[in-house]
């Protein structure tokens, strides 16, 4: 049996640098310090964010380099403690140079949510669910 669980999520990227300074400097993460210059690591409750060469993961992985974007294919979510704070991250992503997707708004499940691709694309939904809770690690907690 395989446990349920999330260990890694490991965007590739086109420009190492520029994804870093995207997401350390832009949104204000912290990097994991460990010995590879290669990779970014940022640990998270319960999971660790990488950024890793789009190139050098299809080579990891034993593929050719995907070409084009895989919008739609899958999104990362940042679930966030109030309706005011989905606001505030897409700004803040926006600031950063991500590219607003889809603004903030009331949604059919009766959360409040938008949308934001980051510089290579990745899309990342920010909501505000009423029927869940962040705790202090920022761990996500059904009501």
Do not use: C
């Not at 949604?107 to 510089?119: K, T």
């Amino acid at each position: 049996m395989m446990e349920q669980r999330l260990s890694i999520v490991t965007l590739g990227v086109r420009d190492l640098g520029v994804a870093r300074n995207f997401y350390l400097d832009g949104l204000g993460w912290t990097e994991q310090e460990q010995d590879s210059d290669g990779i970014v690591f940022v640990q998270m409750p319960g999971i660790v964010f990488a950024l890793y060469p789009k190139a050098a993961l299809a080579d990891d992985i034993g593929v050719a380099v995907p070409s084009g974007p895989t919008a739609g294919a899958i999104t990362l979510a940042y679930n966030t403690r109030t309706e005011g704070e989905v606001d505030e991250v897409l700004a803040t992503a926006a600031a950063a140079g991500a590219t607003l997707i889809k603004a903030a708004e009331k949604v059919f499940w009766g959360g409040y949510s938008g949308y934001f691709a980051d510089l290579d694309g990745h899309l990342w939904e920010v909501a505000f669910n009423p029927f869940s809770t962040i705790a202090e690690d920022g761990s996500m907690q059904s009501v």
